[in-house]
């Protein structure tokens, strides 16, 4: 299940076009996998709970955009 999620970034543009600068330095979008995620969590302490991986899922199963996803996220854990 968790192999499920990625992270969707803006496709690399073709050559001969600039890359974006941000604050001076140039901006890159990186894509990595679920299992690769999961490993740099546990490096940094995050734990991936069975309540995240079944929320994952239900993202998958309603088919929820990147946006939506973070959305629901952030009410999840919203403080206050």
Known sequence: MLDLLWYVTKMAKKRGTAPKRVGG????????????????????????TSEMRAR?????????SAEERRRSIMRVYRKG
């Open 56 to 64: 994952i899922a239900e993202f998958d199963r309603k088919g929820m």
């Open 25 to 48: 330095k140039q901006k890159t979008d990186v894509v990595i996998g679920a299992r690769r995620f999961a490993k740099i969590s546990a490096i940094e302490g995050i734990v991936i």
